[in-house]
């Protein structure tokens, strides 16, 4: 009897090395990874995870190494999570820590990452013996069973595997871009297996009290703002069917008790009808999950869809709202109106949805009018919880590519709240860093003014107000000093 060849797979996230992601405490399994492992069973390996999301450090995968005794090591980063896009630099030495500890234990090593694919040369240079581009379930099991024949020494030509670098005779070899996956459908149920649930449902009782998981129901986006990177799905847009989709969440709401999820598609229910029937499948299943989605301003506005969202069970919408600017939007390629993101908020918070913003300070040409509106139309809008973020320019990007030949040594963020311009904005890094610490302080005051309208919040709000008032004055003055100063 043949025995099974074994694949450890693994990801490059480690939220304890994002200190702001980790004190949100609102850590979700590796989506991506589990289904790459879920398609490498159904060809007859043997899977495991090293789970690196809990973490402390990437020398924990070693033990890991000897124990499951693996014959590759598959790095395959979870696509879906918005962290892994923005190539940490944090993330990515642990990932050439993870290369190089196995290496030691005589893997074939093989890498899929956002970062992988833009950079593909620092993974190949730690010793990975081959980097996928962009999409890469088929690319892997053609890889993977192609090394296989190899081994029963077939003349195999890896050159043929489209979408793979490789190193050959000391010289970078890159092959035929491989075509995007376009049947969703027939993709396995990824394997919630290998995950240990049990310590994520923790983090989540104790910090929020209730259990939030993760499902894609997309791949792509087919919009173009000018400073997203897209190294992995590009400007296409798929879709998985509604039925396949609330069959998973009944499947994880019944073995898992999740009541929430985080539904991670750069743009939710896009496609005609596909909320209605996705509405009518949830029903038949008779399960009433909440859901947290990202989605557009004028998307939103189409027809009956914030109706239809909520009754699929719409908890949270974040909208790239990025600026009060209507200048800025334009320069950015957002294809919205500030008149659109006002109409949109107004209309989901009178059906009880949570709105959330995502924002961005320093693009291109910024001045402090554009910031005066933006948070102007904080103050008028009221959010229920905002994400502030700066420029970043990343390959691949119109944005990138206007601003490449200002950046020097530093080209990434270490982290998630590095915030470094790295490029000649309006105004200096620790302004813009000191701007994001003034709006969040003014958006708390501005929430528990808010809450002291309500009769359940109000003695706690009355006590916390002009702690929070205090705060964002102090905030306020630091910034008058540091745009003084610079």
Request: charged share 30%.
């Amino acid at each position: 009897m043949k025995i099974p060849t074994k694949i450890l797979f693994s990801h490059a996230y480690f939220y304890q090395l994002d200190p702001k992601q980790w004190e949100a405490q609102e850590p979700y399994p590796p989506y991506n990874t589990i289904l790459a492992a879920a398609i490498m069973q159904e060809k007859g390996f043997e899977v495991d995870l090293f789970d690196s999301n809990l973490k402390k450090s990437a020398s924990e995968i070693e033990q890991k190494i000897i124990d499951f005794q693996p014959q590759y090591l598959v790095l395959y980063d979870d696509s879906f999570n918005y962290l892994s896009k923005m190539c940490l630099t944090n993330m990515r030495e642990a990932c050439l820590e993870m290369i190089r500890l196995a290496k030691k234990h005589d893997c074939l090593v093989l890498i899929n990452s956002s970062d992988a694919t833009d950079n593909y040369e620092k993974y190949l240079d730690a010793g990975a013996d081959f980097v996928m581009l962009g999409e890469a379930e088929i690319t892997l099991t053609e890889l993977i069973e192609k090394l296989e024949q190899k081994k029963l020494g077939q003349d195999i030509v890896l050159d043929q595997v489209e979408g793979i670098v490789l190193k050959k005779e000391n010289k970078l070899q890159k092959t035929k871009k491989r075509n995007s996956l376009t049947d969703l459908e027939h993709l396995p149920q990824p394997l919630w297996n290998l995950v240990k649930i049990a310590d994520y449902q923790q983090i989540w009782q104790q910090k929020h009290g209730f259990f939030s998981l993760n499902i894609a129901t997309t791949r792509g986006c087919p919009f173009k703002c000018n400073w997203c990177a897209k190294p992995i799905y590009g400007n296409r847009y798929n879709s998985r069917s509604p039925q396949k989709v609330a069959n998973e969440i009944a499947f994880l709401m019944q073995n898992f008790n999740a009541t929430h999820f985080w539904i991670c598609d750069d743009i939710f229910g896009l496609k005609p009808n596909w909320v209605k029937e996705f509405k009518d499948f949830l029903a038949e299943k008779n399960v009433k999950p909440k859901l947290k989605i990202q989605s557009r301003a004028d998307l939103l506005l189409k027809d009956d869809t914030i109706d239809d969202l909520v009754a699929c069970g719409l908890d949270e919408v974040w909208i790239g709202a990025e600026s009060g600017s209507q200048k800025i939007l334009d320069a950015m390629d957002k294809g919205i109106t500030v008149q659109e993101i006002e109409r949109s908020s107004q209309l989901l918070k009178r059906k009880g949805v949570k709105v959330a913003f995502f924002l961005q300070y320093g693009y291109l040409d910024e001045t402090k009018e554009d910031i005066n509106l933006t948070l102007k139309m904080l103050e008028k809008l009221r959010p229920y919880t905002i994400g502030i973020s700066v420029s970043y320019p990343l390959p691949g990007t119109i944005f990138h590519e206007k601003v490449k030949n200002q950046l020097k040594n530093k080209k990434n963020w270490k982290d998630s709240d590095d915030l470094d311009t790295m490029y000649q904005a309006s105004f200096s890094s620790d302004f813009y860093k000191q701007l994001q610490r003034f709006t969040h302080a003014k958006f708390r005051k501005n929430r528990v003014l808010d809450d002291l309208f309500n009769q359940k919040k109000q003695l706690i709000s009355l006590l916390k107000f002009p702690i929070f008032w205090i705060n964002e004055k102090l905030s306020w003055t630091k910034l008058k000093w540091i745009e003084m100063k610079s």
